[in-house]
């Protein structure tokens, strides 16, 4: 055996020097620095041979050959080995990663930018799904595979962390991608960068830290020389020659990045957050000229340094009105560096109305959990915030008993249930009036709040009580009874509740309008409830009996469709949406979204083929 296997290392050490960058391949490049260099080398690798996504398996095959076991091909971000004639195989072979997500510019599987295998890697489909559409940066918490293990990968809401060893080749694919498909896809420096589909991929400083940390091996060099050889007719420029990446984006060059608005938060009805992607200039940030909000003009102050976060600004401004949803246009922002913000610089924020959504459940019997059903759509970044902690008749918070927040990491769409336990942008509070960390719900009754806003000004959108007789408290006296919030009816978009460990809404199932649900969903009598027994939540329009049947490469569903009430209306759906993960537990929400259609049953073409195992229905 230890024949074979320097045997083996040979051939490979061999095949890795037996192609060398062709000569002159980079002339028209030398002495180029900056966007001028990074032109040049787009217009060296554009036009390569494009290929199929189906002939991408054998590619794979080929680029990411096991040295040591030819029959196998090395997962990219595990170093698992694994039989390469397996390919899909029903979920439990591997599956083709774009390492530039799909997601971000929206490209697919489309022959060419989809198809491109300087971005392709063969990787381990669970593992593949737990990465997502994330961005690249430091952080999180190790993915442990439920099958192989720990991965060395880490994994916070929007980003993804690979292991140490292939954290430049993840890089230096990242520039490929920015540079051979220059003009459509570019390199940002935040998170998340995509939330709807922009052609944007970050986190730009990390990428440039681990190009110098993980430097270019043999295995970049022998992969980069297949794919000139044998399929696509270019290269990685950046694997050839790392400088590159610093003469285009360099240290200098880093320095000129612009702040650009990562997120605009409710602070209260005259007051909103805006947060850019780095420290910005105190002179400039609280000029308050620079700033102009839809349909109200100037704000009356800008203050940087909330929390002592200086990327972050308070600006005052005349009353807004819940319900609406505003534009934050901004000019000459600059940060530390005299970088100004781009031109005219836009960024929508919602300020949600009352019964905007509506919360459908709850368990108070370990482990907590509460689910919400969104009744109007929902813009990327919007926040909402639930806490257990009562109402006092005095209009404030009764004392700190805990609080979480939920931030839309996409568009959301209007009908999406989303459930705390399992839905991966929720965060604990930590705010000294509702609490520090996530609420733990009382078997004794207690209360949900979601609101907007700082915890002093909150904006209230949807209240539940199940203390005592399906009656709201007339003040906070405890930490399980509340007053009902200010500006909320109780029928309305507020419902007091009669008092059980674990509570579900169970009525109707199909609404004409958001508003018939949300009246329907604040009737107590449409409640159940149990003191031992654990609800698991649906949204109200869930068609019911999906069976999934297997027509090899094709996945055929069906499903019972609704058509009545649990009161015997005769309703109809309109339409049918179709998601789709390869995790049981995935959020109902456009990133997942496969089709649309009109009548009880869909055809996944090729279903078998790709990293998709799992599927839901909504009724809408």
């Not at 997942?592 to 990293?611: A, C, E, P």
């Amino acid at each position: 055996m230890r024949f074979i296997y320097y045997i083996c290392f040979a051939l490979f050490f061999i095949g890795s020097l037996f192609a060398e960058t062709p000569e002159g391949y980079y002339d028209s490049a030398s002495s180029l620095s900056g966007e001028e260099l990074k032109s040049a080398l787009h217009d060296i690798i554009d036009g390569h041979t494009e290929i199929s996504y189906d002939d991408v398996w054998n590619a794979l095959k080929d680029t990411d050959k096991d040295p040591y076991n030819s029959e196998n091909v090395i997962l990219l971000y595990t170093g698992w080995s694994v039989n390469a004639a397996q390919e899909y195989n029903n979920g439990q072979g591997w599956n083709r990663e774009h390492v530039w997500a799909q997601s971000h510019g929206d490209f697919g599987t489309a022959t060419g930018t989809g198809t491109d295998v300087h971005n392709l890697r063969p990787c381990d489909i669970s593992v593949n799904s737990s990465k997502s559409n994330n961005d690249f940066d430091n952080g999180g918490v190790e993915y442990i595979d439920p099958d192989g293990g720990p991965t060395g990968c880490y994994r916070t809401t929007y980003t993804w962390e690979p292991r140490e060893t292939v954290k430049g080749d993840v890089a230096r694919m990242i520039f490929y991608m920015a540079t051979r498909y220059e003009g459509d896809l570019g390199v940002v420096d935040y998170a998340p960068s995509s939330p709807n589909h922009e052609p944007v991929h970050g986190v730009f400083s990390t990428l440039m830290e681990w190009h110098v940390e993980d430097p270019v091996d043999e295995w970049e060099e022998n992969r980069n020389d297949i794919i000139y050889e044998d399929y696509q007719h270019n290269r990685n420029p950046f694997i050839d020659h790392p400088e590159y990446v610093d003469d285009i984006w360099g240290e200098t060059t880093q320095e000129e990045i612009p702040p650009t608005i990562e997120n605009i938060t409710i602070s209260s009805s005259t007051s909103i957050i805006v947060n850019f992607s780095e420290t910005v200039d105190e002179t400039t940030s609280e000029n308050t000229s620079n700033y102009s909000l839809g349909g109200i003009g100037n704000p009356s102050s800008a203050v940087r340094g909330l929390g002592g976060n200086n990327s972050k600004i308070t600006l005052s401004t005349s009353s807004l009105t819940q319900g609406n949803t505003y534009t934050l246009t901004i000019n000459n922002v600059e940060d530390l560096n005299s970088n100004i913000i781009d031109s005219n610089s836009q960024k929508e924020f919602q300020y949600l109305a009352k019964g905007a959504i509506a919360i459908i459940g709850t368990n108070s019997d370990y482990p907590d959990d509460f689910a919400f059903v969104v009744l109007t759509d929902l813009l990327a970044g919007t926040e909402i915030r639930f806490t257990d902690s009562g109402w006092l008749n005095t209009n404030a918070f009764r004392a700190n008993e805990g609080a979480v927040k939920y931030l839309a990491p996409n568009a959301i769409s209007s009908g999406t249930l989303i459930t705390y336990l399992t839905n991966p942008n929720f965060t604990d509070d930590d705010d000294s009036i509702v609490g520090t960390s996530g609420f733990q719900l009382s078997t004794s009754g207690d209360q949900i709040l979601a609101f907007q806003g700082a915890s002093s000004s909150p904006s209230f959108i949807h209240a539940i009580n199940f203390e005592s007789s399906a009656i709201w408290q007339s003040d906070a006296t405890s930490p399980n009874t509340s007053a009902l919030p200010y500006g909320l009816t109780n029928s309305i978009n507020a419902v007091a509740l009669l008092e059980f460990d674990n509570m579900m809404y169970n009525d109707v199932i199909s609404f004409s309008s958001p508003s018939e649900a949300l009246l329907s969903i604040c009737d107590y009598t449409n409640w159940i409830g149990d003191d031992t027994i654990r609800f698991t939540f649906f949204p109200p329009n869930s068609p019911q009996n999906l069976t999934i049947t297997i027509d090899y490469p094709d996945v055929i569903l069906n499903w019972d469709a609704v058509t009545e009430d649990t009161d015997g209306n005769t309703i109809a759906n309109v339409s049918y949406k179709v998601y789709t993960n390869s995790i049981p537990d995935f959020p109902i929400d456009p990133v997942n979204l496969l089709s649309t259609v009109s009548d009880s049953t869909y055809i996944h073409i090729d279903g078998t083929l790709y990293n998709k195992m799992f599927y839901k229905v909504s009724a809408q």
